[in-house]
Each structure stands twice: as structure tokens, then as C-alpha cells.
């Protein structure tokens, strides 16, 4: 059996405590994880224990994390599991928090998908957001229900005259490339350059 010694607060992470065991620091808690076992000076801890703390510190510190990302931008379950995993969270952890993520709906793919189409689909055609939500993640049934409400020959009608404002003499084949990137069909690409006397063969 190992005691804790002392107890106090971090410096720079005021919502967060220094646990010392036997007279030397052992490791830092948050104030949940403090209160969830009943961490206190005097307090007797098994390896078994301590083994628990570091799950649980693991799972509430990779949530938090987790949450202060998503607050900040909307985002895919496989793009907040590839953040957490960049800052070395185990598999367990990152599990724990998209658990408890999509619980509180700060991770939705539905949501994510419906954003991200609605903030890009009036300059990107069908084939990148496909690729775009693909890569991160979406799956094909959520997918062909965020892009269900764009009308896509509207939205590279919107993009010829874009680049028509902004590029004068525009070459032709440059425009139509610049669509092709954008990833709108070949077939609406045809339709907005004869409604804008682009007419190609």
C-alpha cells in the first residue's frame, strides 16, 4: 500500500491537482478524478487503484480535450479521433471520450456532414464533397443525405460567374478546368457555360 502525502494545485492548470505519494509527486489528477476516488491526504492506494486513476484521468483528460476542440469547429467522429490521437491518447481513452462526445452531441457525423455541405456546396461540386467527407469519414449513408438538398447545377452556375467577375478575358479551357477541380459534373459544367455563351462542343 502507497500514501498520498500531500495534495495541491497546479501552477499553470488551476483545475488540475499534484498528487504526491510518499513524500514524492506522482502524478496529476482533475478535480473530477479527485472526487470520483476520494483522493485525500492520508488516503492508502494500491497498485490496482493507481492503475485506475491513470484510466480514468486518461478518459476524462482526452473528453476534455476532445471538447474544447469541438467547440471550436465542427467535426467528423474519425477527424476528433485522429486529434486525440495525435496527442498520444491509448485507444481506450479516445474510445471513452467519442462515447461520451456523441452523448452530449459535440460529435455527430449527420450534423458534421449537413454543415460542411452547407457551408461549401455554393462553390464545390458533388464529386470533391463526396471525396471531402469521405476522407473524413462520413459514411456513404450519411453522405447521400447531406447531399440531397444541393442543387448542383445552380451551385456551377453560381461558380462560372464567380470566375467570370473576377477573371476577365477568361480562357476557356482554364474555366472549365477550374471546374473540373472544383468538382462539378461534366454535364452541368456543359449546361452553365451555354447559359453564360461558353458553349463548348
Do not use: P
Amino acid at each position: 500500500m502507497r500514501e498520498i502525502t500531500e495534495i495541491s494545485s497546479q501552477k499553470k492548470k488551476g483545475d488540475r491537482l499534484n498528487i504526491f505519494i510518499d513524500g514524492s509527486f506522482a502524478f496529476g489528477v482533475e478535480y473530477a478524478t479527485a472526487v470520483k476516488f476520494g483522493l485525500k491526504v492520508g488516503k492508502l492506494l494500491t497498485d490496482d487503484d493507481i492503475g485506475a486513476i491513470s484510466k480514468e484521468e486518461g478518459e476524462v483528460s482526452a473528453f476534455n480535450r476532445g471538447l474544447k476542440y469541438s467547440v471550436k469547429r465542427t467535426v467528423s467522429e474519425k477527424q476528433m479521433r485522429d486529434y486525440l490521437a495525435r496527442h498520444d491518447y491509448s485507444s481506450e481513452a479516445i474510445n471513452a471520450a467519442i462515447i461520451k462526445l456523441k452523448s452530449y452531441g459535440y460529435v455527430d457525423d449527420a450534423k458534421f456532414a449537413q454543415a460542411y455541405v452547407a457551408s461549401y456546396s455554393k462553390e464545390r461540386g458533388a464529386k470533391r464533397l463526396t471525396f471531402e467527407l469521405k476522407k473524413a469519414g462520413v459514411s456513404d449513408d450519411t453522405l447521400e443525405t447531406a447531399l440531397s438538398a444541393v442543387d448542383e447545377g445552380e451551385s456551377c452556375d453560381r461558380c462560372v460567374q464567380k470566375y467570370l467577375r473576377t477573371h476577365k478575358n477568361a480562357d476557356r479551357q482554364k474555366l472549365i478546368n477550374y471546374l473540373l477541380y472544383r468538382g462539378f459534373d461534366w454535364d452541368d459544367i456543359r449546361e452553365a457555360l451555354k447559359e453564360m455563351d461558353y458553349e463548348i462542343d
